[in-house]
Structures are given as structure tokens and as C-alpha cells.
């Protein structure tokens, strides 16, 4: 597990960005392996979403979202 927060001291001191992955590995038995991963973001001067409004040319800004991701492999390894 890593988990970060950070802070920009030259851009808008205070507004945090955090960082977490999360990585689960098992051994189902001696030929098959199983990986879970989940990793979360949230970047404050990031990318923005942008929204059109009312089908005009202008777009709106709504801010920083979060994102999130989520994996699932699985190994068959035979050893010989």
C-alpha cells in the first residue's frame, strides 16, 4: 500500500493532491496466482472536466474530479 499527500508551495499552498495504490497478490494453489490493484487519484490543479452549456461555444469549468481504477489479473504458471 503507498499513500501520498501532497502540497504545492508555490501554487495554492493548502490544496492537497492524493495518491493511493493498493496492491493484493494471492496464491490460489501451486499453478494459478491472482493480483488485485485499485489506485485512486485526486489531483486539485489537474485536468478539469469541462460541460457544455446550452449548446453555446463558452464551456464551463466544474473542477477537479476523482479517479479511480481497479485491475484483476490472474497467472497460470506451470514450473518446470
Known amino acids: 500500500m503507498r499513500f501520498l499527500i501532497l502540497s504545492s508551495y508555490l501554487n495554492k499552498f493548502g490544496n492537497v493532491d ?9 496464491v490460489i494453489n501451486d499453478f ?8 485512486l487519484r485526486y489531483d486539485d490543479d489537474g485536468a478539469k472536466i469541462k460541460k457544455d452549456t446550452n449548446n ?12 479511480f481504477k481497479r485491475l484483476l489479473g490472474v497467472v497460470i504458471a506451470y514450473e518446470f
Open 32 to 39: 494459478i496466482k491472482a493480483n488485485r490493484a485499485s489506485h
Open 56 to 67: 453555446d461555444v463558452e464551456l464551463e469549468t466544474l473542477g477537479s474530479k476523482i479517479q
Open 18 to 26: 492524493v495518491d493511493w495504490q493498493l496492491n493484493l497478490n494471492r
